[in-house]
């Protein structure tokens, strides 16, 4: 009697405790955030190095792993699931997160988009790898799903930009055209029976779909948000953003809706701010600006990369010197050591339109060292030649775009 009491009991507490966390706000998951349960968890990972700083960073770290596109409940029973996840196995869930978190999110909002085909409904019952799998294996459930369904408005809610033989660009208006042309996609505004199409769209910031032909992979825009996202709902990389927004800029897009012209500045300041080859922002400014305010930009930029270069220049000459300074001190070292290094200054100082090639100057040096078997300061010579073959080059691309921007005439440039 005692333990059909118990059992019963036990099960009672169980539905009592689930229905709780069922009506649990994201808000509330987050006080969690900082028991002591969870900041015991963590310090025994990070021991020493654990401090309230670092505490703000691992919560900011968290978080970061729950999707947008959920309701707030689901955000927050995720949140607590990843809570006990980080319990549980602290070393292993917390270099997860710091390493994969976009994995975390994919799957959590994959799960709670598509949870009716999912194997176990209950989070609270997986782990992170038990939910990979189970995410996994309902994929090819799902994309059957999305394939069989038919959506009698996606004509009428589809407005093409482009349909060539390698792209196919549209504008989404409608929540049938984002179910059709998202299908095999993780997209939550392509989940039937979820209403994320319709906090996303908006008349003028509506969501921009685009298809390689060659590749059949997709992509969808939204600018108001911000994101820009592969089949897999992943944020893409800026430079194949940059790509394909150009493309849709040289669509009727950028004359029918404001926003696409407002995302080009947005692009060009990703341009001009992005560690890329001189060559690639360029081309991406002559595609995003007009023509006269493309020459100003590119001026500036090719200006600045000089600059930055005769620096480099400059201080290879001053290293020189003070080497050759040091040299004529010490009585031992001979007039031919010297002269290879005044020769070696001589060839920076005067460069030349079409600078000569300085490796074998370079080699000559190292093998009149070697002879004499003194220790050769191999890293300092390549650092010299690497910054003359940078200049060398800087100099060929103002030559290349001399049709764009004005080229100072040779005697005009001024090093030192």
Known sequence: MNLSYRKIKKVILEEIKKSLLLEISFEQAKESLDSKKTKRAIAKHYRKNYDEMAHEKIKNDIILCIPEDLEDKQKGLSLLWLLKNIKKNPEETLIYIKMEYYSILSNLETFWHWQRFMSEKDIMKTDIDSLEYIVKEAKPKIEEYQKSKKYNDAKEGTEILLDDESWFIAVIHNKGAACELGKGTDWCTAAPGLDFFERYYKPKDPLF???????????????GSEQYMDKNDHQLPIT?????????????AKNKYFIVEKAKDFMLEEVYSLPLDIEIKISYILQLKDEESAKIKIKELLQSQ??????GVNESVRRIENTIERKKKKNHDSD??????????????EVKNKSPNIMPTVEKIYKFFQKLGWRVNLPFLSNINS????????YRQREKYSHVVDVPKYEERKIF
């Open 209 to 223: 779909f685009f298809e390689d032909k060659n590749s059949g992979e997709k992509y969808q825009f939204h600018f």
């Open 240 to 252: 194949q953003v940059l790509d394909l927004f150009i493309l849709l800029y040289k669509t009727e």
């Open 306 to 311: 000089e600059k930055a270069l005769f620096r």
């Open 336 to 349: 031919e050591y010297i002269q290879n290094l005044e020769l070696l200054k001589k060839m920076f100082i």
């Open 387 to 394: 910054t003359y073959e940078l200049l060398e080059h800087e």
